[in-house]
Nanobody, 123 residues
Framework: VQLQASGGGLVQSGDSLKLSCAPS????????MGWFRQAPGKEREFVAT????????YYADSVKGRFTVSRDNAKNTVYLQMNSLKPEDTAVYYC?????????????????WGQGTQVTVSS
């Protein structure tokens, strides 16, 4: 499964962005999905995850209350709505899929990764 993440860009502090992620060439299947990010010089970190049914969502403490993960299985797309962006949110954002319907905060539990989309927040 190849995942395509899009929607990144350069914004100012306090602005919003909405990232999208969709597989190329096939449907998701009953996959749990996650968003992770990696800033320069830092390790990849968990951002948000959503189960296949959308009944379970989890967020990193640093984004809780500002970011919302959602999915539209009919459109085969997962979203990350990012509000009140801060300079510390600057990173490459990756979407990931796991061959399990459940949500997971652990990158090792994901089987497929997208190429990433750059989000830059200026102060």
């Amino acid at each position: 499964v190849q995942l395509q993440a899009s929607g990144g860009g350069l914004v100012q502090s306090g602005d919003s962005l909405k990232l999208s992620c969709a597989p190329s060439g096939r449907t998701f299947g009953a996959f749990g999905m996650g968003w992770f990010r990696q800033a320069p010089g830092k390790e990849r970190e968990f951002v948000a995850t959503i189960s296949w049914s959308s009944q379970r969502t989890y967020y990193a403490d640093s984004v809780k209350g500002r970011f919302t993960v959602s999915r539209d299985n009919a459109k085969n797309t997962v979203y990350l709505q990012m509000n009140s962006l801060k300079p510390e949110d600057t990173a490459v954002y990756y979407c990931a899929a796991r061959r399990s319907a459940g949500a997971s905060t652990y990158p090792a539990e994901y089987d497929y990764w997208g190429q990433g989309t750059q989000v830059t927040v200026s102060s």
